[in-house]
């Protein structure tokens, strides 16, 4: 076999072999293929698609480059939740204590923030002492302890992945349905979930705009992941504007545990946080669903709202903390005050309604402030971010308090104020609220 002929097929659009996608991806991996053989593959890729039956092929070679969490035995249905990615979405953290709170295992494996979205590790390492990078004897010992645990991907898991993506990325090829369907399933098979709820994307914060190219994105992932053995339901979501009130590392971790606090569930308001738990009791309640621990999502929310008025998943957001190396008492003691001493203030510039708060807009300000990054390598502020004091639908007088924001330096922060500024569009009438949840798709 010759890459050449495997390039060419795919130029001219014919099928290939699973042993054509294993030769390629293999001698990429073992460094007998080079960077520009299968950058040109990619590009084919790119214009002339795949057929389901190479994307699965192409998600299995992935997968089998690499080493594979054992949790067999360890009781429990595995469910895990895979979001596209969006600004200020950390519905992970509020969903893993939750679903593990009601007899569920999550083997959470997550990914940085790059570009306008960011990353759960990121959050996670603003907490002092915790530790992203479990072995997987750690990460196997936790999640059949707290029911849930959180990492990175080591070296060693799907380096096909790694490497095809770090190409991708400077080769313009990251936004095709079967390359994209493949990275993300390769991965998440490998830590070893049986089942997935799928949390994709669409909107100006999105990676895919238009929802039509998201529900594509959705039906691949469901009919590859079927085929691969996972029982899996995907949710179209919108990512417009910011979840919650909070976009940043650890401010987004601190919102997550305002979240969890069970006074909330009786008569107290969620306030501006109400978007990030509508979201996150929907993708739960899924999740209850495949790991059959709910009929309909209805059962699966009122599961939901009584844990949460219990304290349990709480509690185990805590447990996870010291499990992972954190300090409980020092968390609690950096509630409401770790904060960057660079801090602006956002006013009102028009009388009437926010009509928007552009995602795209204010996760591209956040890389300066230092919530994101533009490269791999780049490093993140743990106390930058941004807080709303008011959302769209809300009324506004010119002058009012809309944000508050905490920039890694003076710079970053005098940089990104009048970006942020530039991301609140007014309206002299009350806009509709935005739908959520648009459509949830199953296999078949
Ligand atoms: N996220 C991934 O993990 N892989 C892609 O290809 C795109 C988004």
Redesign the pocket.
């Known amino acids: 076999m010759r890459a050449v002929d495997i390039i060419v097929a795919k130029r001219e659009g014919r099928e290939l072999s699973r042993e054509e996608i294993s030769f390629l991806i293999s001698g990429f991996v073992a460094g007998s293929i080079p960077d520009y053989q299968v950058s040109a593959w990619a590009m084919a890729v790119f214009f002339r698609g795949m057929s389901p039956g190479e994307t699965a092929a192409l998600t299995e070679v992935m997968l089998n480059s690499g080493e594979r969490m054992d949790l067999s035995g360890i009781g429990g249905p595995l469910v895990d939740k895979h979001s596209?990615?969006g600004v200020g979405d950390k519905t992970s953290l509020i969903l893993a204590p939750l679903a593990a709170s009601l007899g569920l295992r999550d083997p959470m494996m997550s990914?940085r923030a790059l570009g306008h979205t960011g990353g759960t590790l990121d959050k996670l390492d603003s907490i002092p002492g915790y530790r992203t990078s479990l072995s997987p004897a750690e990460f196997r010992e936790i999640v059949a302890r707290d029911g849930f645990a959180m990492t990175g991907q080591t070296k060693d898991t799907v380096p096909a992945?790694r490497l095809l993506?770090a190409l991708?990325d400077v080769t313009g090829t990251?936004e095709s349905i079967p390359?994209?369907t493949a990275?993300?399933l390769s991965?998440k098979k490998a830590e070893g979930t049986e089942a997935l709820v799928l949390d994709v994307k669409y909107g100006a914060g999105a990676?895919m705009k238009d929802p039509a190219d998201a529900e594509k994105l959705a039906r691949s992932l469901i009919n590859t992941g079927a085929a691969l053995g996972l029982k899996i339901i995907a949710l179209l979501t919108n990512m417009n504007q910011p979840l919650g009130s909070m976009v940043g590392n650890f401010l987004e971790v601190e919102e997550c545990y305002a979240c969890l606090d069970p006074a909330l569930y009786g008569d107290a308001a969620l306030g501006l946080s109400a978007d990030l738990m509508e979201l996150s009791l929907e993708l739960t309640a899924r999740m209850l669903m495949l790991g059959d621990k709910a009929g309909s999502p209805e059962e699966g929310r009122r599961l939901c709202l009584e844990a949460l008025k219990s304290g349990r998943p709480r509690e185990l957001f805590l447990r996870n903390i010291e499990s992972q190396g954190g300090d409980r008492g020092r968390f609690l003691a950096m509630l409401g005050n770790y904060r960057s001493p660079h801090r602006s203030e956002i006013f009102a510039r028009e009388d009437g309604y926010i009509f928007r708060i552009d995602a795209w807009k204010l996760g591209h300000a956040g890389i300066g402030l230092g919530v994101g990054r533009n490269r791999s390598e780049d490093p993140v502020s743990p106390q930058a971010g941004v807080q709303f004091h008011k959302k769209a639908g809300a009324p506004v007088r010119r002058g009012d308090l809309l944000m508050t924001v905490w920039g890694k330096d003076r710079e970053g922060l005098k940089a990104a104020v009048p970006l942020i500024e530039q991301a609140v569009e007014y309206s002299a009438a009350k806009p509709l609220p935005e739908q959520l949840v648009m459509k949830e798709i199953r296999h078949g």
């Open positions: 596209t990615g990914g992945d993506y991708r990251v390359l994209i990275s993300i991965k990676f």
